[in-house]
């Protein structure tokens, strides 16, 4: 049995009371406090890093804003960011990709910087260093959270909390109905990510696309490369195979590295801690120190492996632990793996999604990947938790199964539910009523003036 203390009540002071409240300044809780700020209300966001932009920041590409025909399908406030990002050099175009989709490379550190100044720009109270730790509930209705930072603990008053922490931190303190991984329990593995410079990027596609006897890749043929220089690489299952005959111990099956937005830069995405709950900060430590480990061994891999990188060295490393997958909030409605191979329809839709089910297994090195045919439909209902007033959810968290999470967890995904949640919330606070309550049609026009894209009636 765990030793247990009891800890005294006492009086906190409130620091704020705001009509509006988003936990969590990542590609969701961005969005979600420009869109909930765009008419006057008071809107704060916390997080607990000291910037914002969450997983923007570790050099992935955006993937998701096109559906399959090729169309722009995530548009409004994502969209906007990108446009700003591109302004700067700092994010290519939307790049069609057989096996992504589409993809869109962006800079971490600018994304920092045009995450703040969007949230100056839109008068958001942005405070960082500060962890949200609890709820303060009405009978089922949030009223507010409990903050500790170097501060102390203190109390933030709000009408309408908005659940931007990618692990649902929120909502699980507020009593929501909680799932974690599949049938078995199990969840996709962390990883750390880190970026090489000094990478003959040439060379490597010439490589790739002129030996497809010697380089594999998945899904994506062998000729690609030869035109496409913003690329996700993904195969090279022999020559990790080779590596480990040789003695290397690389713990996945497939080469995953992307370019940057430096000409000689790429990120690589090939640690991954098997058996990880990212909410124990046991299991947190243990898979970093573990992930760093791996990240040494994938660097002697590629030097030795892997075309172009004779020469690269290690530039940045990613200052978390990525998380792939943590708590799911059950809401007033599921999304399911069918909903999203299907293409599904809502009549309560506040966007337009499209990427595969991409599954890193929970068990081995491997992973699998099932398309839709264009894309599919997210229901207001999934950002709704049930049973819990005053909160709505948006990212990671939002109301799926295992496999549909595998598709909804992509960044574009995250912004533009981030953007339905903010403008619901606003609705919501305008009109004195529950998130449950606002009206679906009011909250889809109010979407469409900010450039939502809604799929055309069939
Ligand atoms: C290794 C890896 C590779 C991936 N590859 C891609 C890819 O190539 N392209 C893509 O589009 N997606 C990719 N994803 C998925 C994607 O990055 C995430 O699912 C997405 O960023 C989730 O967005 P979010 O806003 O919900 O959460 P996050 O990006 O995690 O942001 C949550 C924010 O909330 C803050 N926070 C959390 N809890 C609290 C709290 N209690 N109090 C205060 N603040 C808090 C965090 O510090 C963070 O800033 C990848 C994920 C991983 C881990």
Redesign the pocket.
């Given at each position: 049995m765990i030793k247990e203390i009891i800890e005294p009540a006492r009086h906190i002071p409130v620091r704020a009371e705001v009509d509006i409240l988003v936990?969590?300044?990542?590609?969701?809780?961005i969005m979600a406090a420009q869109a909930a700020a765009a008419d006057g209300l008071k809107v704060m966001l916390?997080?607990?890093?000291s910037y914002l932009g969450?997983?923007l920041t570790i050099g992935?590409?955006?993937?998701?804003f096109l559906g399959r025909k090729g169309n722009e399908i995530i548009k409004g406030l994502p969209s906007d960011f990108v446009h700003r990002l591109q302004a700067r050099g700092q994010a290519t175009g939307h790049r069609a990709c057989p096996l992504h989709v589409s993809l869109t490379m962006i800079g971490g550190e600018a994304s920092k910087k045009l995450a703040t100044e969007i949230m100056e720009e839109s008068h958001v109270d942005v405070l960082m260093y500060?962890?949200?730790t609890d709820v303060i509930m009405e009978d089922h209705t949030v009223k507010g959270v409990i903050i500790e930072s170097k501060a102390g603990r203190e109390a933030i008053l709000a009408k309408t909390v908005i659940d931007?922490?990618?692990?649902g931190?929120v909502a699980a303190r507020a009593g929501a109905q909680i799932e974690k991984g599949n049938d078995e329990g199990r969840m996709q593995p962390?990883?750390i990510?880190f970026s090489m410079r000094g990478i003959d990027i040439k060379k490597l596609r010439e490589s790739v696309a002129d030996h497809p006897e010697e380089y594999d890749v998945d899904i994506i043929p062998n000729e690609f490369f030869r035109t496409d220089a913003n690329f996700t690489f993904v195969g090279m299952r022999r020559k990790i195979h080779e590596a480990r005959q040789a003695g290397m111990n690389i713990n996945v099956e497939r080469t995953i590295i992307m370019t940057g937005i430096a000409p000689d830069e790429m990120w690589i995405?090939m640690s991954r801690v098997n058996g990880t709950d990212a909410l124990d900060p046991k299991d947190n430590t243990e898979a970093t120190f573990e992930a760093h480990r791996q990240n040494e061994e994938v660097v002697r891999y590629l030097k030795a492996y892997v075309p172009g990188f004779e020469n690269a060295w290690v530039d940045k490393v990613a200052p978390f632990l990525?998380?792939?997958e943590s708590r799911r909030v059950v809401g007033k409605y599921m999304l399911t793996r069918d909903d999203v191979l299907q293409g599904h329809r809502f009549p309560d839709a506040i966007c337009a999604a499209s990427y595969p089910i991409d599954l890193h297994h929970p068990v081995g090195g491997d992973c699998t990947l099932e398309w839709c045919d264009d894309c599919y439909d997210i229901p207001y209902r999934c950002l709704i938790p049930k049973g819990v007033d005053g909160l709505l959810l948006a990212?990671?968290?939002i109301s799926t199964t295992h496999e549909a999470m595998a598709s909804t967890?992509?960044?574009?995904i995250?912004m533009a539910t981030?953007e339905a949640a903010g403008k619901a919330a606003q609705l919501a606070v305008k009109a004195g009523v529950a998130p449950a309550q606002v009206n679906v049609s009011a909250l889809q026009d109010a979407l469409r003036q900010e450039g939502v894209y809604f799929r055309p009636e069939e």
């Amino acid at each position: 049995m765990i030793k247990e203390i009891i800890e005294p009540a006492r009086h906190i002071p409130v620091r704020a009371e705001v009509d509006i409240l988003v936990v969590g300044g990542g590609p969701a809780g961005i969005m979600a406090a420009q869109a909930a700020a765009a008419d006057g209300l008071k809107v704060m966001l916390i997080e607990n890093r000291s910037y914002l932009g969450g997983n923007l920041t570790i050099g992935l590409p955006i993937l998701g804003f096109l559906g399959r025909k090729g169309n722009e399908i995530i548009k409004g406030l994502p969209s906007d960011f990108v446009h700003r990002l591109q302004a700067r050099g700092q994010a290519t175009g939307h790049r069609a990709c057989p096996l992504h989709v589409s993809l869109t490379m962006i800079g971490g550190e600018a994304s920092k910087k045009l995450a703040t100044e969007i949230m100056e720009e839109s008068h958001v109270d942005v405070l960082m260093y500060t962890l949200c730790t609890d709820v303060i509930m009405e009978d089922h209705t949030v009223k507010g959270v409990i903050i500790e930072s170097k501060a102390g603990r203190e109390a933030i008053l709000a009408k309408t909390v908005i659940d931007c922490t990618g692990d649902g931190d929120v909502a699980a303190r507020a009593g929501a109905q909680i799932e974690k991984g599949n049938d078995e329990g199990r969840m996709q593995p962390p990883t750390i990510m880190f970026s090489m410079r000094g990478i003959d990027i040439k060379k490597l596609r010439e490589s790739v696309a002129d030996h497809p006897e010697e380089y594999d890749v998945d899904i994506i043929p062998n000729e690609f490369f030869r035109t496409d220089a913003n690329f996700t690489f993904v195969g090279m299952r022999r020559k990790i195979h080779e590596a480990r005959q040789a003695g290397m111990n690389i713990n996945v099956e497939r080469t995953i590295i992307m370019t940057g937005i430096a000409p000689d830069e790429m990120w690589i995405n090939m640690s991954r801690v098997n058996g990880t709950d990212a909410l124990d900060p046991k299991d947190n430590t243990e898979a970093t120190f573990e992930a760093h480990r791996q990240n040494e061994e994938v660097v002697r891999y590629l030097k030795a492996y892997v075309p172009g990188f004779e020469n690269a060295w290690v530039d940045k490393v990613a200052p978390f632990l990525g998380t792939r997958e943590s708590r799911r909030v059950v809401g007033k409605y599921m999304l399911t793996r069918d909903d999203v191979l299907q293409g599904h329809r809502f009549p309560d839709a506040i966007c337009a999604a499209s990427y595969p089910i991409d599954l890193h297994h929970p068990v081995g090195g491997d992973c699998t990947l099932e398309w839709c045919d264009d894309c599919y439909d997210i229901p207001y209902r999934c950002l709704i938790p049930k049973g819990v007033d005053g909160l709505l959810l948006a990212g990671r968290c939002i109301s799926t199964t295992h496999e549909a999470m595998a598709s909804t967890r992509v960044m574009s995904i995250c912004m533009a539910t981030g953007e339905a949640a903010g403008k619901a919330a606003q609705l919501a606070v305008k009109a004195g009523v529950a998130p449950a309550q606002v009206n679906v049609s009011a909250l889809q026009d109010a979407l469409r003036q900010e450039g939502v894209y809604f799929r055309p009636e069939e």
